[in-house]
């Protein structure tokens, strides 16, 4: 798919795996981060702090932001790879501890590959 440059896009972080782009809901291809208002009852949620990992995603968000579409998931958000100043952002919230690799939700390997530079990406869930 042909990538969107943004350069004027009202970009808010949602969560550690989620943006908002102009009003477009985007869901971070291949990983899963901590819930921001805990785990409901009955889920698998990865641990961690949700709203260090809702900062880390903001710290990330200044600069020209590149959007990969690449489909959507049930709840009819964008499964997009995001890239800020050409860094991958799913990759950096792995290398930072703010998110897990879910293999299942990386359509094709297509994140696992763009992180290939990360000492190790485990299927988490």
Known sequence: MIAALLLAAAVTVVD????RIDGERIRLLGID?????????G???VPGDGNASKRSLEAMMD???SVQRVGQDRYGRTLA??????RNVAC?????GQAVYVERWDNGGVLAAD???LRSI???L
């Open 81 to 86: 790879q995001v890239y800020v100043g050409g």
């Open 115 to 117: 992180c290939r530079l």
């Open 16 to 19: 550690g795996d989620t943006l």
């Open 92 to 96: 950096e919230q792995i290398r930072r």
């Open 63 to 65: 600069g020209r932001v």
């Open 43 to 45: 889920r698998v949620c």
């Open 122 to 124: 485990e299927p988490m």
């Open 33 to 41: 981060a901590p819930e921001i208002h805990g785990c409901r009852k």
